[in-house]
């Protein structure tokens, strides 16, 4: 026990519930404010792309994120790792496939479970 500070007794409920509700919105609140924090885009100048070249590279390959370019001022491009490029498309040739299946399900373009696996363990050997 901390000296001066009393554990909480079973009549002091409404208390400790109240004082962890202010706790996790404290902590809620801290969460989001990262959350926002690290979700900032980075966004340089053309002048910096053609100065600094290998600095936003080495961004892009260290941090996995993207770097926007403005012109004048306006966005203009926007600068990534050929790894997080090429899982940018893997998803969503990902998500095509997915989308082409809810439209066989929804068209009727289905067959038995066993029957699919029993086509694949064929196609295996």
Known sequence: MVRGVMPPRATDGARVSATIAAITKFMYNI?????????MPTIKSSADLRNGYND???FCHTYGEPVFITKNGK??????????YERLVGKFELYSLIDDGMDDIKNGNTRPFADAISDIRRRRK
């Open 31 to 39: 969460v989001i404010s990262i959350q926002e924090v690290l979700s």
């Open 56 to 58: 936003i590279s080495n």
């Open 75 to 84: 966005g203009d491009l926007e600068v990534m790792s050929i790894e997080n």
